[in-house]
């Protein structure tokens, strides 16, 4: 198992224990693919570090934990907030990724993220509330909003 599903399962068994809320956020750097191609790796490579270090600077309490999955995706978990603290949050990380500006050699780079993100429902399979967040992503991304995309367990 890599970090990330072992931390997330953690929270997750402390959450049922307690009743503390997790919510699940999944960012995706877009068009990074054509951002290397078009400007080289180390172009890429710094807005990953830019996304990596405002994502973290955005998320600074304890017990949040940011991490890259792979690629141009992030992950968080975060610990004991209500939908309404982690939207505000969510919109807060959304506008500090916005605000990236990158001097390269013909200008200035900046970044379009998508992001999406879900709370963990009391018996849920991990894999369900991931793929939610995933899906909450996605179509944030299909419709090219700048603001997090929230998608509730189904009842």
């Known amino acids: 198992k890599n970090a990330f599903q072992q931390h997330f399962e953690h929270v997750a068994s402390i ?3 307690t009743g503390e809320p997790v ?5 995706d750097i877009n068009h990074l693919d054509s951002t290397n191609r078009e400007y080289g790796s180390q172009a890429g490579d710094r807005l ?7 994502t973290v600077r955005c998320f600074p309490r304890k017990h949040d934990y940011v991490a890259r999955l792979g690629g141009s995706t992030f992950a968080l978990v975060l610990r004991d907030l209500d939908q309404q603290s982690a939207h505000r949050l969510m919109q807060r990380l959304s ?5 990236i500006r990158l001097a390269i050699p013909t200008g200035t780079l900046s970044c379009s ?43």
Do not use: F, W
């Not at 506008?95 to 605000?99: G, K, Q």
């Not at 999406?116 to 299909?142: I, P, V, W």
């Open 113 to 155: 993220v998508a992001s999406g993100y879900t709370q963990l429902s009391a018996h849920e399979r991990l894999s369900d509330c991931y793929e939610r967040a995933c899906r909450a992503m996605n179509r944030a991304k299909q419709s090219d909003q700048a603001d997090a995309m929230y998608l509730p367990s189904s009842p």
């Open 95 to 99: 506008t500090a990724l916005s605000d």
């Open 15 to 17: 959450a049922r224990a």
């Open 23 to 27: 919510t699940l956020g999944i960012i």
């Open 48 to 54: 990953l570090c830019a996304v990596a270090d405002s």
